[in-house]
């Protein structure tokens, strides 16, 4: 089946560490993105991805760093900087076009110990 | 900055009933428009979208409307069930975001009364 998986469903850190989200997907989307959704609230994006080697930043990018070796992994790491990373991480893709919906995985909670 | 709203923030319906959930955007360049459902603990799932040359997208038993004169877009669901219990987003995309963007509304909670 076709889809986006993003592992761990639930991540706990500790102070002063970093952490690494990952996000694979197979549905051979060239775009890809990432968001933080805190309780009760909508989405807000933190990074984006166009194309294999490229990304930008979104709204909320301060304190997180993405990296696009390969099409299908778009990977998160939230640095020690973050200092209220307590949030649900979603990843979306899509593929390139204007008319283009994303689709989401089902996400990973991340907790401060 | 632009950005997409909704109107109630948690809807009630019996089941069987019509449900209708609104949405108000305020940038009138957005061209695309698309609701997503997103059940408890899990990733927003694609419902419908629709484009701003559109008025009206019919899916199954979901129906999105579009008014740009008010800026308004709107998600009909059809003899509601209990599954359909979710919190219901908008998103919208402006005609030149880069890398596509979308902006999301904050979410209305639909909750089906058996």
């Known amino acids: 089946d076709g889809g986006i998986t993003q592992s761990p469903k639930y991540l706990f850190r500790k102070e002063g560490q970093n952490v690494t989200l990952s996000c694979e997907q197979n549905?051979?989307?060239?775009?890809m993105y990432w968001y933080r959704q805190d309780p009760g609230q909508g989405l807000r994006l933190i990074y984006y991805?166009?194309?294999?080697?490229?990304?930008q930043k979104g709204d909320i990018a301060e304190g997180y760093s993405v990296s696009r070796e390969k099409k299908e992994s778009f990977p998160l790491t939230v640095t020690s900087a973050q200092k209220n990373p307590t949030a649900f991480y979603l990843c979306a893709s899509s593929s390139r076009g204007l008319f283009q919906p994303q689709h989401f995985g089902d996400g990973t909670r991340l907790s401060i110990l | 900055g632009e950005s997409v709203g909704l109107h109630l923030p948690t809807l009630s319906v019996q089941e069987g009933d019509n449900s209708i959930i609104n949405c108000a955007y305020s940038n009138s360049a957005s061209d695309y428009f698309i609701w997503y459902k997103q059940e408890s603990g899990k990733g927003p799932q694609f419902i419908i979208d629709i484009r701003s040359n559109m008025d009206k997208r019919q899916g199954q038993r979901v129906t999105a409307l579009l008014n740009k004169t008010v800026k308004h877009l709107s998600l009909q669901i059809a003899a509601t069930q209990p599954g359909d219990s979710a919190v219901y987003f908008c998103a919208e995309k402006g005609e030149k975001a880069a890398g596509n963007k979308l902006t999301f509304g904050g979410g209305t909670r639909v909750l089906v009364k058996p």
């Open positions: 991805s166009q194309i294999v080697n490229d990304f």
């Open positions: 549905l051979n989307h060239d775009a």
